[in-house]
Each structure stands twice: as C-alpha cells, then as structure tokens.
C-alpha cells in the first residue's frame, strides 16, 4: 500500500511538472519546413548572424540576426498576422526567437527543429552566394 501511495505521488508529480505547450508556436522538421515554404503568405526568417547566412542558407529565407541589436526593430517590420518560420544553426537562438516573437504578439511561429545543420545533415541544400 505504502509502495502505491508513493507511486501516485510520484507520477502526480510528474504530470503536474509537464511544460506547457504554446498553440502560437511549433517545432517543424525539414520535410514540414519544405511544405511550409511554399504558402503564400508564410514569413521565412533565418536568424543567425550575417556570417553565418553568408556561408549558406535556405532558399527564401531573409536573414535578421538574433544577436543584433536592432532584431526587435527588425522584427516588427513583419507581419504579426501572417505565420514566420524562423531558423538558427541547431535551435537554440531560433527557439528563443520564437518565444520573443510570440510575447510580442505574433500569432504563429514555426521554428526548425534542430536548425540548418538538421536541415543539411538530412540532405537539403542551401543557397551559397
């Protein structure tokens, strides 16, 4: 008996503990990305420095650094009302993307799972200008 109450508790605790999904924002693989790409009038944001686009980036995708102190600004200038699709190298700085952009109003963010180095490693390629 004392095993089952302790059971409980533990699992209680647990699901009581589970992150709390946003409905604004979802994580996207490359085959999910490639048919996100093509709608009309989705927003597409690669948000690593401009080094990094230079050295290769997604069709489509205009670069606006997370780092750079004018990215609110930069952001802004979308469409709040339109879904964006933002990207970085593997999540990090494209997830905190999504959650600022989602604070600041925007009703739908994709961000790539595991950024253009998933993206590569999976066989799609990349502008190199």
Not at 93 to 113: A, H, N, P, Q, W
């Amino acid at each position: 008996m004392k095993k089952l109450f302790v059971l409980s508790c533990v699992l209680l605790l647990i699901f009581s503990c589970k992150e709390e999904v946003n409905p604004k924002s979802k994580l996207v693989t490359p085959a999910e990305l490639q048919e996100l790409s093509k709608m009309d009038d989705v927003q597409l944001v690669d948000v690593r420095t401009p080094e990094e686009y230079e050295e290769g980036y997604i069709e489509g995708f205009r670069n606006i650094d997370f780092l750079d102190d004018s990215f609110d600004e930069e952001i802004e200038k979308l469409d709040k009302n339109k879904p964006v699709v933002v990207y970085c190298r593997s999540g990090k700085r494209s997830s905190s993307c999504t959650k600022k952009m989602i604070e600041k109003g925007f009703v739908k963010v994709y961000d790539l799972d595991g950024g253009i180095t998933k993206w590569m490693s999976e066989g799609n390629d990349v502008v190199i200008e």
